[in-house]
């Protein structure tokens, strides 16, 4: 079948990125229709669920992970509030358990034992309930959580997850937009948010576009050994998403900091020989951000970014991609796309195996 074939790409990490806009399409396939949040789509379980729900607690382990503390921005914007956790952590120490909790857990393969573990150990400690988010119909996080929002991502064959990731962050956002209503969202504001995720697939089609200009920029990377990702806001975890991707399929050291906190440490790192990768949204942060890369720029450091094309950047920059009509609310889903592309691109460069990387396995099943 297609699904265990790479076809016409060159490895299944590259296929399944430019299968992403159909794959996020069909996540958000009888869930929203003409502007609304089809809600009755998740289940009678789920809306009591979400009903009682007055804050979440997600837990997940890495790439997962990182779509979850994305979320946690989306929820408290919303007035939930959100924590978020390794499951490896959870699992053992002691936690207090706020009344009015629900647990959302996130998993490809739904097989992660300590997300699993971490599940099992939150039902005994008497949760509201729970929900997961995976891309395995019959797993054991599936079977053993209370509501499941399923990533329709089909088989990731890839070590490093893409297509999976850029999914859970959809289902992600559909649950948002559930806990959003119950926090008074009106019907224009929910039409402008599901409009929003309607575009998604159209928009990352247009970032893949920029594949080969990302493995231009690839060739700046081959022969360092450090990298470091910056960001603000939803976008440091985009960054921290980008830089572990560096990490796995390229095995170059990575580091992705708040850009906040380059003051605090970091900036004694950069130097002419690091390459710093920044993805610079046309959002409120845009200023801060593009202060603390003139910090970087006058330490000699490369900077590689990805910016909106509304931005104006008066900075001296090695490479700057832009991205147009890109809308608050999926920026997030957006910009993991092209630093998916850049560690891949980087990898191929450096002749690793790209789908299988070292020392990792597709599905953590073993503590």
């Known amino acids: 079948s297609s699904q265990s074939n790479k076809g016409p790409y060159e490895h299944f990490m590259l296929k399944e990125m430019f299968e992403q806009p159909s794959v996020i399409a069909e996540t958000l396939e009888g869930r929203i229709h003409n502007g609304r949040l089809l809600e009755e789509s998740f289940g009678h379980v789920a809306t009591d669920l979400l009903d009682k729900t007055k804050n979440v607690l997600i837990i997940a382990c890495g790439t997962s992970y990182h779509a979850g503390l994305v979320a946690r921005y989306w929820l408290e914007e919303i007035g939930i509030p959100c924590q978020v956790e390794v499951a490896s952590e959870y699992r053992y120490r002691k936690t207090v358990v706020v009344e009015g909790t629900t647990i959302i857990t996130i998993s490809q393969s739904g097989e992660t034992a300590d997300t699993l573990a971490a599940l099992r150990k939150s039902k005994e400690l008497g949760y509201l309930g729970s929900l ?71 928009q990352v089609e247009v970032v893949l576009q920029l594949s080969d200009s990302i493995k231009q920029m690839a060739q700046h990377f081959s022969d360092k050994h450090n990298a470091l990702f910056l960001g603000r806001g939803p976008f440091y975890p985009i960054a921290m998403e980008g830089a572990l991707k560096l990490k796995e399929i390229s095995y170059i050291h990575a580091e992705a900091y708040p850009a906040g906190e380059l003051k605090h440490g970091p900036l004694a790192l950069v130097d002419e020989k690091i390459p710093v990768v920044c993805a610079l949204p046309d959002d409120p942060l845009l200023e801060k951000v593009l202060s603390n890369l003139q910090e970087v720029r006058a330490r000699g450091g490369q900077l590689f970014l990805f910016s909106d094309h509304n931005v104006k950047i008066d900075l001296d920059v090695y490479e700057n991609l832009t991205l147009s009509d890109i809308y608050p609310s999926t920026a997030p889903i957006v910009y993991s796309v092209p630093l998916q592309l850049l560690s891949y691109h980087v990898a191929v460069l450096k002749g690793t195996n790209v789908d299988q990387p070292r020392n990792l396995a597709k599905s953590v099943t073993v503590e």
Request: with cysteine; glycine share 4%.
């Open 132 to 202: 997961c988010i995976c891309n395995v119909p019959e797993s054991s996080l599936v079977r053993e959580s209370d509501v499941t929002l399923m990533t329709r991502a089909g088989p990731e064959i890839g070590v490093a997850s893409t297509k999976a990731f850029t999914t859970q962050l959809v289902a992600l956002r559909l649950i948002t937009i559930a806990l959003a209503r119950r926090k008074g969202l009106n019907a224009a504001q929910e039409k402008t948010y599901i409009d929003e995720l309607e575009a998604l697939p159209r």
